[in-house]
Structures are given as C-alpha cells and as structure tokens.
Nanobody, 122 residues
Framework: VQLVESGGGSVRAGTSLTPTCVTSGYTDDGHCMGWFRQVPGKQREKAALIGSDRATHYSQSVKGRFTISHDKAQKSLFLEMNSLQPEDTAVYYC??????????????????WGQGTQVTVS
C-alpha cells in the first residue's frame, strides 16, 4: 500500500487549501481513511476521518472549516481546508486503517501512512 500526499503550502490566514492523497495497493473499499496533523513537540491529532459508508468525524478544532472526502474511483482522499488560521500550521498526513479495525473509524488502527505535506499559515 502507498499513500502520497500533495497540495500543502504556505498561505495567509483566512484562505483555503485542499491537500490530496493518492492511494494504491488497497484491494477493497472497506478501510477507514483519515487526515492527521502534527506540530513538532505535540501529539498527533486526528483532524478528519471518513468511513467506507462516507460517515465523517472531525476534531473540534477543524469542525465547520474542514471537509474530508474520498473519491474511491480515483483512489484519492481530499481535505478541503477553509478559513485557515496560524494554529492550523502542521504537517498533514494521510492514513488508512486496517480492514479488521475499520468498524469504528475513530478507534481504528491506522497502519498505512503517507510521507506528509507541510501546511504553513501566517
């Protein structure tokens, strides 16, 4: 399995970005997928998760501003980020959970990870 993120960058507060994650190697559609973010010295945060039924979960810090979507035909995961703030500055990682734990996306075991894409908001 491979996950490759792109679409990060440096932007001004109040603007938008939509990182993309292209996946390969999954043999079924049942995996939970998610976007995580991490600031150096802080714990990794589950920013946005999506299940195979397209049910979503957002952290309180991004709810209402970020939207996760999954185009299964294109094997791509997106994170539409609006009204960006300096506190959104982080490395954003795309991740996929094991099929066995994908019953509950919040508690699922995320075992496949991309290399990350930097988002900087000033």
């Amino acid at each position: 399995v491979q996950l490759v993120e792109s679409g990060g960058g440096s932007v001004r507060a109040g603007t938008s970005l939509t990182p993309t994650c292209v996946t390969s190697g999954y043999t079924d559609d049942g995996h939970c997928m998610g976007w995580f973010r991490q600031v150096p010295g802080k714990q990794r945060e589950k920013a946005a998760l999506i299940g195979s039924d397209r049910a979503t979960h957002y952290s309180q810090s991004v709810k209402g501003r970020f939207t996760i979507s999954h185009d299964k035909a294109q094997k791509s995961l997106f994170l539409e980020m609006n009204s960006l703030q300096p506190e959104d500055t982080a490395v954003y990682y795309c991740a996929g959970a094991s099929i066995e734990t994908s019953i509950n996306c919040y508690s699922a075991d995320y075992v496949d990870w991309g290399q990350g894409t930097q988002v900087t908001v000033s």
